[in-house]
């Protein structure tokens, strides 16, 4: 699958008018798109920052659909963005243990590595990480999305509730040390979220 990620941030009082605008309207019109897979939404409410990840089949389907909603998706971020970020990203890893509720926690890490070790770090990741991030317990969904010509990358590890995010901080810190040296990735951010929308068909 393919990726988009939106990322914006703004006026945290103002952030329930573009989780209200993107998981209804936004949704809506994203399922009417073809190709689609699925959506995301994850906020910080307290700093007001809004991930929001659309899933795809294939690029043509990205790209197609970025063309046909990026009017209406300015409009439903208007009251709360102040900046946005958008960036596209093949999805190398989509491990899913159970669906993931409202109120879950996200965990994303940010990544740089070398992209000619894009095929190392998806390997490592599916066959050291994985494993790894099942010990934890509320495991909801792990990910790892890759941008093979920039060598970045995000990995998100979704969690059933709060509590669960919250408890996983050493086991997981253990398997990203893990992971980064045995793929020689450079870790650049670390962040939390909470799960407003997580919606995606996998493979």
Do not use: C
Request: charge should be negative.
């Amino acid at each position: 699958m393919f990726v988009r990620t939106l990322y914006a941030t703004g006026d945290p009082a103002n952030i329930d008018t573009a989780i209200d605008g993107l998981s209804t309207e936004g949704h809506e019109l994203l399922g009417q798109q073809p190709g689609f897979r699925g959506f995301g939404i994850f906020v910080d409410r307290e700093l007001g920052k809004l991930l929001a990840v659309t899933w795809w089949e294939s690029e043509e389907a990205r790209s197609n659909s970025d063309e046909a909603l990026r009017e209406r998706r300015t409009a439903l971020l208007e009251r709360f963005a102040a900046t946005t970020a958008i960036d596209n990203y093949e999805a190398a890893v989509f491990h899913s243990v159970r669906q993931p509720e409202a109120g879950a926690g996200l965990r994303v890490t940010r990544v740089e590595f070398d992209p000619s070790d894009a095929d190392l770090f998806a390997e490592t990741f599916r066959a050291s990480v994985i494993p790894r991030l099942e010990t934890l317990p509320g495991l909801a969904r792990a990910s790892l999305l890759i941008d093979r010509d920039r060598g970045r990358g995000l990995v998100g590890a979704v969690f059933t509730d709060r509590e669960s995010l919250d408890a996983s901080r050493a086991g997981q810190a253990a398997a990203r040390h893990e992971g980064a040296a045995k793929a020689h990735v450079t870790v650049t951010g670390l962040e939390e979220f909470e799960v407003v929308l997580a919606d995606v068909r996998g493979d």
